[in-house]
Every structure is written in C-alpha cells, then in structure tokens.
C-alpha cells in the first residue's frame, strides 16, 4: 500500500513500506525514492516537501506527516492532536 501525505508548503509526498523500510519520494514522480527507518521519516518528508525543521512549526508539521503515513501505513498508533505533543 501506498499513502500520499500533502505539506503545508502544497508538495505531496508518496510513502510506501517495505519490511522494516520507509520510501518516500514526491508524488507523480519517477525519481528513485529516498528510503529510511520510521524514526527518520520525518526528516525526508521534510526534505521533500520543502519544509525547514529550523522553523518549529514546520518541523511539528513533518512530524505530523510522518505519523500520519505511518499510522496509515499500520505501523503506530492513531495519531492525537494536532502535533505540538512531539
């Protein structure tokens, strides 16, 4: 299964798992995704959605993105509120 989870900066960001595995590369594109572990996702989300992890509230919302997919995905629980208990 794959997910699609969109930035506040409008860049949509596809996300698969495989095994243990998180790929991730922008959406409607053919580029070679970047893969990670779930507890990096964040900061690939980040990195493809265009969103600076120095802002806080940008980096609360790649959390947020990474929770989302993963939950989607059936790695983590639902995620609660909205992303400024990370």
């Given at each position: 299964?794959?997910?699609?989870?969109?930035?506040?900066?409008?860049?949509?960001?596809?996300?698969?798992?495989?095994d243990?595995?998180?790929?991730?590369r922008?959406?409607?594109?053919?580029?070679?995704?970047?893969?990670?572990?779930?507890?990096?996702?964040?900061?690939?989300?980040?990195?493809?959605?265009?969103?600076?992890?120095?802002d806080?509230?940008?980096?609360?919302?790649?959390?947020?993105?990474?929770r989302?997919?993963?939950?989607?995905?059936?790695m983590?629980?639902?995620?609660?509120?909205?992303?400024?208990?990370?």
């Open positions: 299964m794959k997910v699609t989870v969109r930035a506040s900066t409008g860049a949509a960001v596809r996300i698969w798992r495989e243990e595995l998180f790929h991730a922008p959406a409607d594109s053919a580029i070679e995704p970047q893969i990670c572990v779930g507890v990096d996702l964040f900061e690939v989300i980040a990195e493809l959605a265009g969103l600076n992890l120095e806080s509230r940008e980096s609360v919302e790649a959390m947020r993105l990474a989302e997919a993963q939950h989607r995905l059936g983590t629980p639902e995620p609660t509120g909205n992303g400024t208990d990370v």
